[in-house]
């Protein structure tokens, strides 16, 4: 079973930046389909960044242009580069790998003045 662990969270002002890592378990991660969630208090969870199957990219119209996914596989991990970041951007942002429907615990981002 994909074990995942994110971190990276944390308090961030308006306009800064935040990196996010999931670092998974398994040595087959090169095949893993990897993305990023969100969910804000009282929301439902919602896709934020993604590998698609084939390796490309996608991403919620919300976080286009400012938001990039990365993955080094040597590592094991994902990341989720954060820039220009926004108070709606406020939420518990979680690691899946959806081959298998893993999801990690979480890790909170929260964009306040």
């Known amino acids: 079973q994909v074990q995942l662990v994110e971190s990276g969270g944390g308090l961030v002002q308006p306009g800064g930046s935040l990196r996010l890592s999931c670092a998974a378990s398994g040595s087959i991660f090169s095949l893993y389909v990897m993305g990023w969630y969100r969910q804000a208090p009282g929301k439902q969870r919602e896709f934020v960044a993604g590998?698609?199957?084939?390796?490309?990219?996608n991403y919620a119209d919300s976080v286009k242009g400012r938001f990039t996914i990365s993955r080094d596989n040597a590592k094991n991990t994902v990341y989720l580069q954060m820039n220009s970041l926004k108070p709606e951007d406020t939420a518990l942002y979680y690691c899946?790998?959806?081959?298998?429907?893993?999801w990690g615990q979480g890790t909170q981002v929260t964009v306040s003045s």
């Open positions: 590998f698609a199957r084939r390796g490309t990219t």
């Open positions: 899946n790998e959806d081959r298998t429907g893993a």
